[in-house]
Antibody, heavy 121, light 104 residues
Framework: EVQLVESGGGLVQPGRSLRLSCTGSGFRFSDYAFHWVRQAPGKGLEWIAYIKSNDYEGAVEYAASVKGRFTISRDDSKSIAHLQLNSLKTEDSGVYYC????????????WGQGTLVTVSS | DIQMTQSPSTLSASVGDRVNITCRASERISFWLAWYQQKPGKAPKLLIYKASTLERGVPARFSGSGYGTEFTLTITGLQPDDVATYYCQQCRGTFGQGTTVELK
């Protein structure tokens, strides 16, 4: 069974950093691409980052709202995708979801349960 | 960036009704569109991908259509379990604002 488990969320002050992790199991992690999607409290979904498999050089893409502050990476040996969040703002608060996708097509069927990030002083 | 405009924002319908939700892309995206259902406190669930392909296990009353810039999610025969918020998403990019489906 495909499972994605996010971790690393919590309460952090504005301007500080946080690293989120997405641990995959039940599938060959290196074959897949991954997204991070967030949802502010009571708001809609926002796509924020994407990383291809290393067969495609692990190419990355970011939403304009986080480009330059957030970094997506992957460690296939540990079946983990990371999202490094720097220079956090209060508007970065929300639930962060990890999503598995296919590099050569678009099939975002598997989501984690999410991890909550709260940016507040 | 491609913008996704979803309508309506809220929809009230009766059990058994046919319901349509529209998603419009600001640029042509071929068939690279997905639809999700989200219930409170839960992660989104994929319903439709590549504009019209039904995800395994999703009831056949859900269907998707469209190509290019105009897309539609249809629920044929609304059920109480379908009360949720629905989102469209261009592949690897922007989501629509969401449509909340309520029962009359």
């Amino acid at each position: 069974e495909v499972q994605l488990v996010e971790s690393g969320g919590g309460l952090v002050q504005p301007g500080r950093s946080l690293r989120l992790s997405c641990t995959g199991s039940g599938f060959r992690f290196s074959d897949y691409a991954f997204h991070w999607v967030r949802q502010a409290p009571g708001k809609g979904l926002e796509w924020i980052a994407y990383i291809k498999s290393n067969d495609y050089e692990g190419a990355v893409e970011y939403a304009a709202s986080v480009k330059g502050r957030f970094t997506i990476s992957r460690d296939d040996s540990k079946s983990i995708a990371h999202l490094q969040l720097n220079s956090l703002k209060t508007e970065d608060s929300g639930v962060y979801y990890c999503v598995r996708d296919e590099t050569t097509t678009c099939y975002p069927a598997h989501w984690g349960q999410g991890t909550l990030v709260t940016v507040s002083s | 960036d491609i913008q996704m405009t979803q309508s309506p924002s809220t929809l009230s319908a009766s059990v058994g009704d046919r319901v349509n939700i529209t998603c419009r892309a600001s640029e042509r995206i071929s068939f690279w569109l997905a639809w999700y259902q989200q219930k409170p406190g839960k992660a989104p669930k994929l319903l439709i991908y590549k504009a019209s392909t039904l995800e395994r296990g999703v009831p056949a009353r859900f269907s998707g259509s469209g190509y290019g810039t105009e897309f539609t999610l249809t629920i044929t025969g609304l059920q109480p379990d379908d009360v949720a918020t629905y989102y469209c998403q261009q592949c690897r990019g922007t989501f629509g604002q969401g449509t909340t489906v309520e029962l009359k």
